[in-house]
């Protein structure tokens, strides 16, 4: 049975951490009511991207967006590489769009309709249903948009946010139900990255990179997964594992201390 995991952003709890989140524009900071503001100027540009990528799943925002769309605007808020151009987002300039690309296809959807009486200035759930073949877009829980074309990626994608505005979004919580993979990859040695049983798992493929430490306790008798593959400066502790030795098939390299402590 394929194993499906969980994901939370929580601004007002988690800030705004640049060992989770890349800077790649402006200057993103956590406003005075606890969201996120990525466009911190009046038509500045901003935009950030998640270390975490994903495959599948179910990916909600919640996005504030003062105004109506209008001609100059430019918002996208999703899932995203932008090294090969996929993406699965809703755009939002002079009007409200959504997208998918794969990097060789592209799917536009008509303007939608913008409700400026109920939407404008309030905390609206966006909601990205990501599945083999089919993409599906709901707003405030009401499907806006389907796609089932070859423009639907593969994955991995990571969460990504672009606003160049002169009314600035706000986003609140983010989340991802019922992913299938979830690979975490720490930008510094610095960085640390807390698995939690039942939440994330490295059971079936991780791969971290750039002088990480893993630390992997209480795994109440398992072996390593039998793909863990890690890479450049890293040190591995796999404490608690009743005796047994680390996987046949755990690969590992380039400056590396494996470390197994039996009890």
């Known amino acids: 049975m394929l194993e499906r995991f969980n994901f939370n952003y929580d601004p007002t709890r988690q800030g705004y951490d640049t060992n989770t989140w890349r800077t790649l524009l402006g200057d993103p900071a956590i406003g005075s009511t606890g969201r996120l503001v990525v466009d911190t100027g009046a038509g500045t540009a901003g935009a950030i991207i998640h270390y975490t990528d994903f495959v599948k799943g179910t990916v909600n925002f919640n996005v504030n967006i003062p105004s109506s769309p209008a001609t100059g605007d430019s918002r996208y808020f999703g899932l995203a590489t932008p090294s090969n151009d996929g993406y699965i987002r809703f755009a939002i300039g002079s009007e409200l769009k959504c997208e998918t690309a794969n990097g060789g296809n592209t799917t536009t959807s008509d303007e939608l309709e ?43 994608l990571s969460l990504y946010v672009f606003d160049n505005s002169e009314d600035p979004m706000t986003l609140g919580d983010l989340s991802v139900r019922g992913t299938q993979s979830v690979y975490v990859n720490p930008v510094t040695s610095d960085s640390s990255a807390t698995i939690v049983t039942g939440t994330l798992s490295l059971r079936e493929v991780a791969t971290i990179t750039e002088d990480v430490e ?13 793909n863990t593959s890690v890479s450049e ?9 009743s005796g047994e030795a680390a996987s046949d098939n755990t690969s590992v390299s380039e400056n590396i201390a494996l470390t197994v402590i039996s009890p």
Request: hydrophobic share 45%.
């Open 214 to 226: 893993i630390f992997l306790p209480s795994l109440s008798g398992e072996a390593a997964s039998d």
């Open 233 to 241: 400066n890293i040190e591995i502790f796999l404490p608690s594992l």
């Open 114 to 156: 913008w409700d400026a009486t109920g939407w404008n200035g309030e905390d609206l759930d966006f909601q990205i249903v990501w599945e083999a073949g089919l993409v599906r877009f709901y707003i405030e829980g009401t499907i806006v948009y389907t796609v089932t074309d070859e423009s639907i990626p593969h994955g991995p």
